[in-house]
Structure formats: C-alpha cells, structure tokens
C-alpha cells in the first residue's frame, strides 16, 4: 500500500484552560482510511486542526519525516496533507474543469487555466475520472448536486498531490445513493493515498472504515476494526450514556455506536 503515513504523539490543545485533545497518539498506517468518531465535543475536528496548524498543540505529529507541529498552514499543506471541511470550498461561477485545472495550476497564470482548451493535463483528467466527473467536466460547479460538489473538492486535493486527505464529515446532508457512491470514492483514493475521516454516520463507517479510532473526551476511547470498536463496552457506554446530544431511541441491548448516527 503506498502513501504516507501520520505518527501522533501527546498530542495535547488547550483554549483558555480547557483542554480540548488530552494526550492523544494515533498511529495511521500508510494507506488507510481511517475514521474518527466520538460524540460532539470529543476533539475530533481539533485533532485535525492541529494536524494541519490551524490551532497551537505540543507533542509530536510526524509526517514523511517531518514533525508538523510549529510549521505554518501552507508549508503543512506543502508537504502533501489536504483538508476538507463539512462545507465545500469550490468555485461555484467556473466550471468543474476549471476547478480542478486551478487546483492543479499554482504558477501558471490565471487566463491560462480558465481558458477552454482541448488538452486536459493528466493529472487533472484522472482526477475528473476518479471523481466519477468527466461528463460533467463542462458544468459550473455550483450547479451540482450536493454529493458531487464533495467530490469535486476531492479531486481539486487529489490535483495537487497530496498524500494525506482529511475529510471533515464528506457525506453529511448526502443520500443515501451519494454516500455510497462517497465510500467507494473514498476505497479508491485510499488505494495510493492515506484518508481520514471525521464522521458522524455510523452505518458509512460501518460499511467503508479499514479502521476506527474513538475519541471521548480530548482522549483515545478505543481503537481497532469497526467490529473491535462494536465490541468495546467503553464505546457502547460512552454512546449510550452521553449527556451532550439528544439519546438515540435503541434497545439496552443495541450497539449504538455503529448502528445509529452520533
């Protein structure tokens, strides 16, 4: 499996006294498509934040080779880790082509890559073909369906080489048909790419997570297989016993934390 791999250490982010990620290690094999889950609150998008320099942490997050943590947002980004957040960042007046051909074009002028032209670069055609994009190349971005602009953001990531995505919760306000269509993206990105994944829908995760690791607290509950994480009775304690969100309807006996959305 190629890619690139991300080693967390005590990775520790406090906001004004409160401690938001507790100590956290990950280690995510080069690769993977890993979730993050837990309740509202439990540090996941702050993990990310830091991972990518948007907010001060000590200990150590090493990628390729290099610790992140102190380097500034672009050079992070430099270093072949992309980020997605809940809402799209595209550019809905241009085309889907037009997006990804700016993504991919840093240097080159701005009338080059807005220009209509026949020669599509290659990077930038697979990134059309990976996204499931190509017949709607022509299309101004902001008229896609919900699903659709996700994976344009997707692949204006995937033009710009980078080895580690980071994905916000991709499939939130999706159908059911476009989370599905989400996940298989998704296992074909992780083919040569390493993907994490915050999210909240359970039954994705379920089906798509090669692994999951469970954050309550700023703190790694558990981590493992999504059957591993079933299993865990902490995991099942901390779903059913949260006070933060309205309680799912289930059975005493129901695995909530990879049967209902949390």
Known sequence: MSGEGLTVRDLRVTFDGFTAVDGVDLDIRPGDLRFLIG???????????????????????????QDLLGKPVQKIARLGIGRTFQTASIFEELTVLQNLDIAAGAGRGVWTMLRRRKDIPEPV??????TGLTELRDRPAGV??????QWLEIGMLLVQDVKLLLLDEPVAG????ERDATGELLRRVSEDHTVVVIEHDMDF???FARSVSVLHAGKVLSEGTVAEVQ?????????LGRAS???PEATPTTPVAVTEEA
Do not use: C, I, W
């Open 231 to 239: 299993a865990d009775a902490k995991v099942q304690e901390v779903y």
């Open 125 to 130: 055609a697979r990134a059309l073909e990976t």
């Open 245 to 247: 969100e309205p309680e």
């Open 39 to 65: 309740p509202n609150g439990a540090g996941k998008t702050t993990l990310v934040d830091a991972v990518t320099g948007l907010v001060k942490a000590t200990g150590s997050v090493r990628f390729g080779g």
């Open 144 to 149: 896609l369906a919900h699903g659709q602009k």
């Open 174 to 177: 999706m159908s059911h048909e």
């Open 205 to 207: 995760m379920r089906s």
